[in-house]
Structures are given as C-alpha cells and as structure tokens.
C-alpha cells in the first residue's frame, strides 16, 4: 500500500512569485486536503476536495487555489506570494466515507520560504 | 476562541515511565471526534488515537490511551512504558459534525514531549 507522497520536499521562492504543490493520495483514498503549518504552530485547514470538486475550505484568501485529478492526486497553487506564507504544507487523504472517526493519512509535507 | 486548548509546550519524561500530554477543547455539537497525532521531526502527523463523544470507553491503541472527561471537555493522552522513539510533536485535534461534506480536522498547537535516556 503506497502511502501519501508530496513534491518537491522543500522550495525557496521570493515574495510575489506563484508556487504549485503535489501530492499523491494513498491508494483507495478519494479525498485529499491541505494544511498549512506555520512554525510552532498546529496545522490549519485550507481546503478539501472530494472526487475532483473542492467541498471545504477554511480562512484562506482566494489566492491559495487547488485542483484534483481524476486518478485523485491534487495540487495546491499559491498565487502572489507573501512572506507569511512561509510554512510547511501537508497533504492529507482519506477514503471520504464521512464519518467523524475517518482517519487522514498524512504526507511528511513540502517546507516552502518565502525570502 | 481557541476551540483546542494544548498547555504543555514541552514536557519531558525518563524512558519507561509514563506521561499524560493535556488537552482541552471547545465545541457547542453533541457529535464530534478527537483525535491525537505524532509529528516526529520528518514532519509527517501520525495518526495515535481516537475518541468519539459518544464512546463510553476510554480509547486505547497499545501504549496509548485516552483519558476522556466529556464534562470537563477535556481529552488527555495518555503514553505509558515511553520510548525514546516517542521523542516528538503531539497534537490533539477535533472533528465536528461536517460542514457541507468537509472533514477538516482543528488542531491545537501541540506539545513537544522529549524522552530522556
């Protein structure tokens, strides 16, 4: 069983510039989501997408986008960069059965600085 | 508000001994799942634990148990005979009942507990 894999592992960019994430799902899941964990901090919730079509997403502005592809994997697009987004992002699946106790599988994250 | 509550910024333990790593959390729902998660320094959250508001018992998985006050919204980890290897961030987390479909999980912000030898 293959687990969640996210790409690249680190990336360095400056402020203004645009930046995409990947992550591939664990085998059978559907659902993926993303978090941003700043330093010292706990993860915060993006968005999630169920089946190709985002279906929640927390306190980020519109500039953080995402897309998920039919075989499941997805990508998260941060538009015109601040320094603030600087933090390590997750990636998160599951097998959308919906239930409180549903387990997310997650990935050990892309570290993305903003200079 | 901070709907969950960790603390402990960092705890340390003597291998072989127990700890309880504190969480409290905030939630108007009568439904809702609390969740414990490791983060070693690789940065991937490993799923410890899980404990529904309506389960009676205390959660357990192997070294891990789940001290449960509903009244006092209060859901400690519990991590007995500790390891070296338990050296990390834990967070706890809660789900409430979905908002249209979403699962998202609120996290705290964490405990760092250190294993000493």
């Known amino acids: 069983e293959t687990g969640v894999t996210q790409s690249p592992t680190h990336l360095i960019k400056t402020r203004g510039q645009q930046v995409t994430l990947r992550c591939s799902s664990q085998?059978?899941?559907?659902?993926v989501s993303w978090y941003q964990q700043a330093l010292g901090q706990g993860p915060q919730f993006i968005f999630q997408y169920y089946r190709e079509e985002e279906n929640g997403r927390g306190n980020f502005p519109p500039r953080f986008s995402g897309l998920q592809f039919p075989n499941y994997s997805s990508e998260l697009n941060v538009n015109a960069l601040e320094l603030d987004d600087s933090a390590l992002y997750l990636c998160?699946?599951?097998?959308?059965?919906?239930?409180?106790?549903?387990?997310?599988?997650f990935g050990s994250g892309t570290q993305l600085s903003v200079l | 508000a901070q709907k969950i509550t960790q603390t402990q910024p960092g705890m340390f333990v003597q291998e072989k001994e127990a700890v309880t790593l504190d969480c409290t959390y905030d939630?108007?729902?009568?439904?809702?799942?609390l969740f414990w998660y490791k983060q070693p320094s690789s940065g991937e959250m490993i799923f410890l634990i899980y404990q529904g508001s309506y389960d009676e018992q205390n959660a357990t998985e192997g070294r891990y148990s789940l001290n449960f006050q509903k009244a006092r919204k209060s859901a400690n980890l519990v991590i007995s005979a500790s390891q070296l290897g338990d050296s990390a961030m834990y967070f706890c987390a809660m789900r409430e009942e979905p908002q249209g479909g979403s699962e998202k999980l609120v996290f705290g912000k964490g405990t760092k507990l250190t294993v000493n030898p």
């Open positions: 085998s059978g899941h559907n659902t």
């Open positions: 939630t108007s729902d009568q439904s809702y799942g």
């Open positions: 998160a699946s599951s097998s959308g059965t919906g239930g409180l106790n549903e387990k997310l599988f």
